[in-house]
């Protein structure tokens, strides 16, 4: 017990943590737990204080255990699953995890992006969807012992983008339809095939004669022979039928079992042929108007998510078969169809082969902000003159000329117009003319372009992320190399485990931007309330970032206007409010020019006012106001230099909402800086002595070798990676600005360039190009070593001149079989 808890040592009480403390491990495949290997103990402590989804397998038997965040992976698996083998854990989804958890125990990472997976792991089957990556776990020794997985299941996302698809899929096919039967034919097909079902049936109920009647249904596989029939409710059971009429969906398993069947069984067994039933009851104003059924030949647990494609399906076929009716109608009694149309909820507009306007419904003169003597008996284009030369014009005249049906998106926009997007439908009628229908689809419009947006707001922070991620992989990588060949002086070990710790605290700070982000806007954080002074929040700001000014050499000044002045806040959340604004203004604040803090009480807001000023490289004004937007960076060119992953900000808004609080932007333009300025409530009025500015004076601060040219703007990485190419023997020189690297490289002629591609001013794409200009570096070796390792990056490097692409952390063995074909 004492090893468990040195093992699992302030990771707090969590449920799986209980269960490694009350298992006897020793008749276990992992033994005792002192026993343990230390890299076995480090797995399970990192997995147990994760909070994402994870797991390890380790040893022969491939021992399974868990977090606490994978419990409800499990489901009913768990508590049993801890402790036992992985295989017999998962043994339904053997067969897909088996092959991806043979090569991570070959020594191969995998990453996996929704993968279907049929789990048992409720009590039933069902068909769940999952992201995850395995990697190898190793011994002291390098060997293979186990493997570890992050997961996250993607079931519902996956469910809803194939519901949106088969929507979309669904209107697309009832568009067209001419009558109710095509439409309740194609619709019951489609959702047939979608959900894997035998039978699907469109019942529609007279209330009177307690019957409903059958127009058209589907049958995966023989003649179906329900169509065109009428039976009585009653006949499927009494409780169904009131159920159904209460409008409320009705699942049976097996109506074999089901008690609100069992009785009635044979209607469902021999009458539709089959064994569990779906029924989604359409009530219109009280009344069951029809129902939709849907059934396998074998007991079929109906998943949340059948009944819910199902339901919508019902609701979008009884549309689709009352517009199919309605303009049917239309065509029959143009005269009486003006009522049908007007209850419709699209706009409908009846055009003459003179394009003379006919008629035109109450929903079309709404959306085309248009009055019915402004249309009827007009011509279309003298009404619509600003839709002419669009896409629904076009389609207008084409379905004139030739006849066939169309449909077109289009902005309207005019004089008059609403702005708005509208979706078009029309379709020729038997005099000459043609009918068409029009929907507003603004909102699902700007919902797809925030979407779009949302998506490459979240690749492109995936992207900086990784990049992020890599930069001090590559230093720390290096390092431990050195280490790792042993023949350093004392001095040389100080400086890599130096370096080692900080960029491992770089990491670390990276790590917990995420954290803090997560909890404060998922509502976690919890403000621990106290009066603060302003001198107090900005002394203590001040402490935190003052090494980075000094290693820029920046300018601070500090104007303090009433610094008694007190909220009542989190202290601590209000030093990292002001901090993180701090940070942001010093990394895009080039060096040796000036930041200022100001802070004064505003009597009339009743606010503390925290002003934050550089004169940094600024932004667009368009772009001011989204900078506090989660995953919001200003555009920046591809040597990322200042870093951070756009999070501060976004962590800055909340922490200040928190406090009841408001915080702006502002830039009068690009490179002309920026101003943020935070408002926090009062506490209490500042005193009377505060009234002057008492302005704080501005705090600033300061056979040969080969040889090898190092360029990289990361001071660490370049050091570390020098230090090890000098342990192999070779001649190095370093340089961490591409202008002054292209200088010596002239002068010094070396035999190979290792460049990083992010850097400032002239990136490594560039620096490359021109020393293949120079008659002196024409010939020299050049490797990208760069932290963008997407397939684009790697064919934009080497059109640009380089020889080798690699992805930081340098793989050693790889640079060295560089090198040595440049000897040989």
């Known amino acids: 017990m004492a090893d ?4 699992t040592a302030g990771l707090g009480d969590s449920e799986t943590r209980r269960l490694l403390g009350a298992r006897d491990w020793h008749a276990s495949p992992l033994g005792a737990p002192e026993s343990w290997p230390p890299e076995l103990a480090t797995a399970v402590s990192m997995a147990l204080s994760s909070t994402f989804p994870m797991f390890l397998a380790w040893g022969p038997e491939q021992v399974f255990l868990y977090n606490d965040a994978y419990i409800p992976v499990l489901g009913d698996k768990h508590p049993a699953a801890f402790g036992a083998a992985f295989q017999e854990v998962w043994w339904e989804i053997w067969h897909d995890l088996g092959p991806i958890a043979a090569r991570a125990l070959a020594n191969e990472s995998s990453f996996l992006e929704d993968m279907p997976l049929t789990m048992e792991r409720k009590g039933y089957t069902e068909q769940t969807y999952f992201t995850f990556s395995y990697s190898p776990l190793h011994d002291g020794e390098g060997r293979v012992m186990g493997l570890y997985c992050t997961c996250i299941e993607t079931t519902a996302r996956v469910v809803a983008e194939r519901r949106a698809a088969f929507e979309l899929a669904l209107s697309d096919a009832l568009r067209p339809m001419r009558s109710s039967e095509d439409a309740i034919g194609i619709a019951s097909s489609l959702l047939g095939r979608e959900l894997g079902v035998e039978r699907v049936m469109y019942g ?8 409903f009647f059958v127009p058209r249904d589907w049958k995966r596989s023989g003649t179906s022979n329900l169509s065109g029939n009428t039976f009585p409710i009653e006949a499927f059971g009494a409780e169904v039928a009131a159920t159904g009429r209460a409008g409320e969906v009705i699942a049976i398993t097996d109506v074999r079992a089901d008690p609100r069947t069992v009785q009635h069984q044979q209607a469902y067994l021999t009458a539709m042929g089959v064994t569990a039933s779906l029924l989604v009851p359409l009530v219109k104003s009280g009344r069951l108007l029809a129902f939709l059924a849907l059934g396998h030949t074998r007991p079929h647990r109906w998943s949340e998510a059948e009944i819910a494609l ?3 399906m019902a609701e979008r076929l009884w549309t689709a078969v009352d517009l199919a009716r309605a303009q049917a109608a239309l065509r029959e009694e143009r005269d009486r169809g003006q009522l049908i149309l007007d209850s419709i909820a699209e706009g409908f507009v009846l055009i003459g082969a003179d394009w003379t306007v006919q008629q035109v419904n109450d929903e079309g003169l709404r959306l085309t902000n248009r009055r019915v003597d402004e249309v009827v008996g007009r011509h279309h284009w003298e009404v619509w003159p600003e839709a002419l030369d669009t896409p629904a014009g076009r389609m207008y005249n084409e379905v004139m000329a030739t006849r066939v049906p169309g449909r077109a998106e289009f902005q309207h926009i005019g004089p008059g117009a609403s702005g708005g997007w509208f979706e078009v439908r029309a379709y020729p009628v038997r005099d000459g003319g043609i009918v068409g229908f029009f929907l507003d689809i603004t909102e699902r419009k700007l919902a797809e372009g925030k979407l779009r947006e949302a998506d490459q707001r979240k690749d492109e922070f995936l992207a900086m992320l990784a990049h992020e991620l890599r930069n001090p992989l590559a230093p720390i990588s290096a390092a431990a190399d050195l280490l790792r060949i042993g023949r350093l002086d004392e001095q040389r070990v100080r400086q890599s485990s130096a370096i080692i710790g900080r960029q491992v605290r770089h990491m670390t700070s990276l790590v917990d931007d995420l954290l803090d982000v997560s909890r ?6 919890t403000l621990a309330r106290a009066p603060v002074a302003a001198r107090t929040i900005v002394d203590e700001a001040i402490e935190q970032v003052r090494p980075m000014f000094e290693a820029r050499r920046q300018h601070l000044q500090v104007t303090l206007s009433g610094p008694d002045a007190t909220v009542l806040g989190d202290k601590a959340r209000l030093v990292q409010v002001l901090a993180n604004l701090l940070n942001n203004a010093s990394k895009y604040t080039p060096e040796e020019r000036r930041i200022t803090i100001e802070t004064h009480a505003d009597e009339d807001k009743d606010a503390l006012v925290l002003t934050v000023r550089d004169e940094g490289i600024g932004m667009d004004r368009e772009l001011a106001p989204s900078v506090f937007d989660l995953f919001t960076q200003a555009k ?5 230099s200042q870093g951070g992953l756009g999070l501060g900000l976004a962590l800055v808004k909340n ?6 609080g408001s915080v702006v932007c502002d830039s009068p333009g ?3 800086g920026s101003t943020f300025t935070v408002l926090l409530p009062l506490m209490q009025q500042p005193g009377a002595h505060d009234g002057g500015g008492s302005a704080a004076g501005a705090v600033s601060a300061g056979g040969r070798p080969l040889r090898l040219l190092v360029v990289d703007d990361n001071v660490d990485a370049a050091a570390t ?6 342990a192999c023997g070779y001649e190095v020189m370093v340089e961490n600005d591409s202008l002054r690297a292209l200088e010596r490289a002239k002068k010094e002629c070396p035999d190979v360039a290792l460049l990083d591609i992010g850097l400032p001013e002239m990136d490594g794409n560039e620096l490359a190009r021109r020393l293949r200009l120079e008659p002196c570096t024409r010939p020299a070796l050049l490797v990208a070593i760069t932290g963008y390792g997407q397939e684009q990056d790697r064919r934009t490097a080497l059109e640009a001149g380089f020889d080798h692409h690699m992805v930081k952390p340098v793989d050693l063995d790889r640079l060295a079989a560089i090198l040595a074909s440049v000897q040989a």
Do not use: F, Q, Y
């Open 520 to 525: 404060v806007t998922r509502g976690l954080v």
């Open 636 to 640: 920046r060119s591809s040597d990322r």
């Open 670 to 672: 690009p490179g002309l």
């Open 721 to 726: 990676l020098a230090m090890l190419l000098e």
């Open 204 to 211: 529609e109920v007279d209330d009177e004669r307690n019957t």
């Open 4 to 7: 468990i808890l040195r093992i």
């Open 310 to 312: 199902a339901r919508s």
């Open 655 to 660: 922490l200040v909402e928190l406090h009841g």
